[in-house]
């Protein structure tokens, strides 16, 4: 009787863990796409909530705040992207090979979650103590320092132009995100449409790429 009773309760915990995990994912889903159609400052729990087929306070009862929801998002988005590119720099590509594949998925990346940069840049800049930081401080990305490393053994042995390490670092992330920061203005000037602007970030994977190589090719 004990046991069938203990088994009882294992079931139906199972079940309700599996439920809070679909209602969330659900929320997760509803709030990504609220994200890219409105923006991080256009995009409203209510929202969300719809979207996601609940109501606002059980939105809240799972997030306290879009805020809460976005990191989340990111540490979900990052937890995907690091990975790849700690696989690029042990792989035994060249230097200008692992910029490729570096720039590519990154667009990649952002081309999914465009809203993502300008709202890291935003939240960090406002409050630098917010769980982003912290996920980088836990995370300590080490593939930075490997490519760090790399360029300097590039450097040593005479095949690439002279450069500090972190100033191209910081050149091929600033080339890549960039147009997802300025994104509004980009279409207004160009008069590109969405896909029109899809278009142009798929070329910058080429482009972008080809641009920091020939910037360093001797």
Known sequence: MILLVLLTNWLNNMVKKGKDRSTEERILDAARQV??????????MQDIAD???INKAMLHYYFRSKEKLFEVIFKETAGKLFPRFEMIMDSDLNLFEKIRAIVSNYIDVMIQNPYLPLFVMNEVNKNPEIGIINFFELQKPVFIQKFIREVQKNLEDGSIAPINPVHLLMNMFSMCVFPFIAKPMIRMLSGANEAQYKNLMDQRKVLVAEFIINSIRK
Do not use: H, V
Not at 35 to 44: K, T
């Open 51 to 53: 979207k996601a087929g």
């Open 35 to 44: 994200f890219l159609e409105r923006g991080m400052d256009g995009a409203r």
